[in-house]
């Protein structure tokens, strides 16, 4: 059975003494973007928009930031969600189970280990097949947490022993919480509450993924993950309460994103710009690496059922604004092949 290979961090343990010091890194790490050798240059950091999911359901309040959803997706494709409902000691839990799997012996680990054969999921440390791009500097945990009938429990470690029944329940949190966010999208947009809902479908396919970003030698020469936007509806990114690393695109300028404990930077994904049919952006982010200290995430992304098709929702095609999306069916399926080139697969979707 295929397994994935080698850490980031063992990647470096195994070279000799004299390349470590030298702060050598392998070949195959080594980022060949169009910034490659500057990824540690000091970036402004910028604080990117706040939503306050209590002003949204309150009626005093609702419409005015719904009017501030509305702008913010449409310019940044991305916000920071705070006053979410769920409590900061439950995902302090959430983000400790993952801290505790990465803290593991390697042979423990490895019984999780994807297997590249049939897929992503398990652990591993990149997604890449082919020779064209660089590994990212990433140790990753990716299970499927829905429907009930895709989950391979297989995958899901026993050790620490709270962590199925933590992120299960993390998951049910998740799955309400976008439902939520796809209904205030289409009242941002004066559009009947359920459009969006609808065409995401029932049977959704939920993904966690714990990303450990482990100290890197060479931040300036390797990438935690490359550049890319994402193939969701949404995807919810709980980030490191200490260590930043995340960074968004905007207007040909790269920005660091603040640290906001408890709150979940949210995205844009690509079947939310095609269910848009524009209007809302998914915007292309990157992480990079720091030199002596790691960084752990966790990301949950939202994708429609494989067997919905996908287009511009009602209300958002007319004489003003004409259809500029293709209607797509199981987008997923495609987003892997172009990311491992390096290319957005959104362009395949445009009319």
């Known amino acids: ?71 913010v997706l449409s310019s940044w494709g991305c916000f920071q969600a705070i006053n979410h409902g769920i409590e900061p000691a439950f995902l302090d839990k959430v983000k400790a189970v993952g801290r505790q799997f990465f803290a593991l012996p390697a042979e423990e ?29 990433i140790d990753r945990l990716y299970l ?59 049977e959704a396919t939920m993904i966690a993924v714990y990303n450990l970003y482990p100290p890197c030698p060479r931040p300036d020469l390797a990438i935690g993950l490359k550049p890319h936007a994402d193939g969701t509806a949404f995807t919810y990114l709980l980030q490191d309460k200490e ?16 640290v906001i404990p408890e709150a979940f930077v949210i995205n844009v994904g690509d079947q939310i710009e095609i269910m848009s049919n524009g209007i809302f952006k998914s915007p292309i982010h990157r992480v990079v690496t720091d030199s002596e200290r790691g960084r752990m995430s966790l990301a949950v992304f939202c994708l429609p059922n494989p067997n919905q098709e996908v287009g511009p929702v009602n209300g958002v095609v007319n004489e003003a604004k004409p259809r500029l999306y293709k209607t797509v069916k199981d987008y997923t399926s495609i987003f892997y092949s172009y990311f491992e080139k390096g290319t957005r697969p959104i362009e395949s979707a445009k009319i």
């Open 1 to 71: 059975m295929a397994k994935s290979s080698t850490s980031p961090a063992q990647e470096v343990e195994t070279l000799p003494p004299k390349k470590v010091q030298e702060k050598e890194i392998p070949q195959k790490m080594i980022y060949k973007g169009s910034d490659a050798g500057s990824l540690d240059t000091c970036l402004p950091l910028i604080d990117i928009p706040t939503i306050d999911f209590g002003l949204l359901t309150s009626p005093e309040s609702s419409a005015q930031e719904l009017e501030k959803l509305r702008s």
């Open 109 to 137: 680990k490895n019984k999780y280990a994807r297997d590249i054969a049939i897929g992503f999921e398990g652990y591993a440390n990149h997604i890449i097949n082919g020779e064209e791009q660089a590994f990212d500097w």
């Open 144 to 202: 499927i947490t829905g429907p009930e009938d895709r989950k391979q429990l297989k995958f899901w470690p026993e050790n620490p022993e709270s962590f199925r029944k933590i992120l299960e329940e993390y998951n049910a949190k998740m799955v309400k919480l976008n439902e939520f966010l796809l209904k205030a999208i289409a009242l941002a947009l004066n559009l009947e509450e359920n459009c969006f809902l609808d065409m995401y479908g029932e």
């Open 243 to 258: 260590v930043e690393g995340l960074q968004v695109l905007k207007d040909n300028q790269w920005y660091r994103v603040p």
